[in-house]
């Protein structure tokens, strides 16, 4: 069983920068990142594979990196230069196996962070 508790959302002005964290306990070969806004369905914003490989949605490339600590059991999701549509409660997520894209179906889920940007 993986156990995932997301912290590190606020609110922020245009243009400036959080960092989400993302403390989990258990295995996993994949994480990721996702979000969704009110009224809309929910997007993969990042993925990371066990060896390193990650992910990225169109819209966030350039400005977002996905990183782990394993020896803090910790995944990590940089946002730089946010915008407004980035608004949303981002929730990370986590699996097993291989294939780890933005349109793997994951598992297990945490309760997600709320992030506000403001223009």
């Known amino acids: 069983q993986v156990q995932l508790v997301e912290s590190g959302g606020g609110s922020v002005q245009a243009g400036g920068s959080l960092r989400l964290s993302c403390t989990y306990s258990?295995?996993?070969?994949?994480m990721g990142w996702f979000r969704q806004a009110p009224g809309k369905e929910r997007e993969g914003v990042a993925t990371?594979?066990?060896?390193?490989?990650?992910n990225y949605a169109d819209s966030v490339k350039g400005r977002f990196t996905i990183s782990k600590d394993n020896a803090k059991n910790t995944l990590y999701l940089q946002m730089n230069s946010l915008k407004p549509e980035d608004t949303a409660m981002y929730y990370c997520?986590?699996?097993?196996?291989?294939?780890?894209?933005?349109?793997?179906?994951?598992?297990?889920w945490g309760q997600g962070t709320q992030v506000t940007v403001s223009s």
């Open positions: 990371r594979r066990a060896d390193g490989t990650t």
């Open positions: 997520a986590a699996t097993s196996g291989s294939y780890c894209v933005l349109r793997t179906t994951f598992a297990y």
């Open positions: 258990g295995i996993s070969t994949c």
